[in-house]
């Protein structure tokens, strides 16, 4: 996973001799927070020190067998070392355990993981998942998707079995609010006055979600799910036992991040891209929605509701890239009159009819893209890409020549489909 920013330190001081279920603790933890798919941890072995017993201990070499003292640190995101923590300190019986704020400024991973066919999804999902039910008030799983608890919430019955889903694409497609994505830029008065007729309305999850959603089983392969996921265009799927119970969700990003995870001694990396699919030139998309820095943002509607990815590249009279558009920007930077009429194409997922009657014809696309770009090249790795589209936390790259024109976009979906099939052929 990726911890770029604010995060906690979390050290740990045990024994050498603690043990938990008849195992040695620091390696028990160890295995614990890889297994809850933490960033990372680290043992060091003191020369020596003394606890809460107040008894010495030394590496001399009369003692070689002393009980050291022993420091686990562990550098995570806030929200995971919160879920996790209960687990530490249940398995830590004596010994100290402290908390630190601190700001990751870097964090490298030495090259792409190999990951098996055979892995199985639920080494890679994430287990923190929010659920509401089909009965939850409408109003109440809106306020989730526009907080950003979540961007997707599994509808599970009361046996915690999945029924639905429900998304910000449920909320643009079928609610009569504006999506997450505009919701989220709107004042306080405007989102309380949208809630407030969410709740006269007296609707429930039921209402809005999607039933019968494509789930799939923890024991299922990575492949399979990658398959899943790019054969229904969907971005995550719930993750069920034997029964059908929730048990976490899988999403493009998991099984991304998955693959750039730091690799360990235990498990060396072979070469997983033997010349196949090892630069962006091989997946890059080429047709792709290019305007003009001059263009009417009408314009710009009218090419995202019509390209898959939902952005623009945005080039001046020599095609080199200035800036992009994504459809959050145009809801972001948009004037309340402006914003009424995108969000009803991006609904409808048709161009503006009476752009005009909006204003969007007033501003043009370099009032509201950003600036400047993050831009690659055909032969950049596609490790090096991917990292890129992690860290900084975006989902497509333009792909520009030696003078800085636009040819090309790589995103998440395409390294995605690439690094499936080469793991499905690695076997």
Same mark, same amino acid.
């Given at each position: 996973?990726?911890?770029?920013?604010?995060?906690?330190?979390?050290?740990?001081?045990i024994?050498?001799?603690?043990?938990?279920k008849?195992?040695?603790?620091?390696?028990?933890?160890? %295995?614990?927070?890889?297994?809850?798919?933490?960033?990372?941890?680290?043992?060091?072995?003191?020369?020596?020190?003394? #606890?809460?017993?107040?008894?010495?201990?030394?590496?001399?070499?009369?003692?070689?067998?002393a009980?050291?003292?022993?420091?686990?640190?562990?550098?995570?995101?806030?929200?995971?070392?919160?879920?996790?923590?209960?687990?530490?300190?249940?398995?830590?019986?004596?010994?100290?355990?402290?908390?630190?704020?601190v700001?990751?400024?870097?964090?490298?991973?030495r /090259?792409?993981?190999?990951?098996?066919?055979?892995?199985?999804?639920?080494?890679?999902?994430?287990?923190?998942? !929010?659920?509401?039910?089909?009965?939850?008030?409408l109003?109440?799983?809106?306020?989730?998707?526009?907080?950003?608890?979540?961007?997707?919430?599994?509808?599970?019955?009361?046996?915690?079995?999945?029924?639905?889903?429900?998304?910000?694409?449920?909320?643009?497609?079928?609610?009569?609010v504006?999506?997450t994505?505009?919701?989220? !830029?709107l004042?306080?008065? *405007?989102?309380?006055?949208?809630?407030?007729?969410?709740?006269s309305?007296?609707?429930?999850?039921?209402?809005? =979600?999607?039933?019968?959603?494509?789930?799939?089983?923890?024991?299922?392969?990575?492949?399979?799910?990658?398959?899943?996921?790019?054969?229904?265009?969907i971005?995550?799927?719930?993750?069920?036992?034997?029964? /059908?119970?929730?048990?976490?969700?899988?999403?493009?990003?998991?099984?991304?991040?998955?693959?750039?995870?730091?690799?360990?001694?235990?498990?060396?990396?072979?070469?997983?891209?033997? #010349?196949? !699919?090892?630069?962006? *030139? *091989?997946?890059? =998309?080429?047709?792709?929605?290019?305007?003009?820095?001059?263009?009417?943002?009408?314009?710009?509607? #009218?090419?995202?509701?019509?390209?898959?990815?939902?952005?623009?590249?945005?080039?001046?009279?020599?095609r080199?890239?200035?800036?992009i558009?994504?459809d959050?920007?145009?809801?972001?930077r948009?004037?309340?009159? %402006?914003?009424?009429?995108?969000?009803?194409?991006?609904?409808?997922?048709?161009?503006?009819?009476?752009?005009?009657q909006?204003g969007?014809?007033?501003?043009?696309?370099? *009032?509201? =893209?950003?600036?400047?770009?993050?831009?690659?090249?055909?032969?950049?790795?596609?490790?090096?890409?991917?990292q890129?589209?992690? %860290?900084?936390?975006?989902?497509?790259?333009?792909?520009?020549?030696?003078? /800085?024109?636009?040819?090309?976009?790589? #995103?998440r979906?395409?390294?995605?489909q690439?690094?499936?099939?080469t793991?499905?052929?690695?076997?």
């Amino acid at each position: 996973m990726q911890i770029i920013g604010k995060a906690k330190k979390v050290t740990i001081y045990i024994g050498e001799s603690d043990k938990w279920k008849r195992k040695p603790l620091h390696i028990a933890i160890l %295995e614990m927070l890889k297994a809850e798919n933490c960033a990372g941890a680290t043992v060091t072995r003191a020369l020596a020190g003394f #606890g809460a017993h107040s008894q010495i201990h030394t590496a001399s070499v009369v003692a070689l067998s002393a009980d050291l003292p022993l420091i686990v640190e562990w550098v995570d995101n806030p929200a995971r070392v919160d879920r996790v923590m209960p687990r530490v300190q249940e398995m830590v019986t004596e010994g100290l355990i402290t908390v630190q704020d601190v700001d990751v400024t870097f964090y490298s991973h030495r /090259g792409l993981r190999h990951l098996s066919a055979f892995v199985p999804v639920q080494d890679v999902m994430s287990r923190n998942v !929010h659920t509401v039910s089909p009965n939850t008030p409408l109003a109440e799983a809106v306020k989730l998707l526009v907080d950003r608890v979540s961007k997707t919430l599994p509808v599970v019955d009361e046996q915690g079995r999945v029924v639905g889903i429900f998304t910000d694409g449920d909320l643009l497609n079928r609610v009569s609010v504006l999506a997450t994505s505009a919701t989220a !830029h709107l004042t306080r008065a *405007e989102l309380h006055a949208e809630l407030q007729h969410l709740r006269s309305t007296d609707q429930t999850v039921q209402d809005v =979600m999607t039933p019968n959603p494509i789930t799939i089983t923890a024991d299922a392969t990575i492949p399979q799910a990658v398959a899943l996921l790019l054969e229904h265009d969907i971005k995550r799927l719930p993750v069920v036992d034997s029964g /059908g119970k929730l048990v976490g969700l899988v999403s493009r990003v998991d099984i991304l991040k998955a693959f750039s995870a730091p690799l360990t001694a235990e498990a060396p990396r072979p070469a997983l891209l033997p #010349g196949r !699919h090892a630069t962006v *030139e *091989e997946v890059m =998309m080429t047709q792709i929605p290019a305007v003009r820095a001059n263009a009417p943002l009408g314009e710009v509607v #009218g090419l995202l509701v019509s390209s898959v990815q939902r952005r623009a590249v945005v080039v001046d009279d020599d095609r080199c890239v200035v800036g992009i558009v994504s459809d959050g920007d145009l809801v972001k930077r948009a004037t309340p009159t %402006e914003r009424s009429g995108i969000v009803q194409s991006l609904s409808r997922r048709l161009s503006p009819e009476r752009p005009e009657q909006y204003g969007l014809n007033r501003r043009t696309a370099a *009032e509201v =893209m950003t600036t400047p770009v993050i831009t690659v090249t055909p032969d950049t790795r596609l490790i090096d890409a991917l990292q890129i589209l992690l %860290e900084q936390r975006i989902k497509r790259l333009p792909v520009v020549d030696a003078d /800085g024109r636009l040819i090309g976009l790589v #995103g998440r979906g395409g390294i995605l489909q690439a690094l499936g099939q080469t793991v499905a052929n690695s076997e």
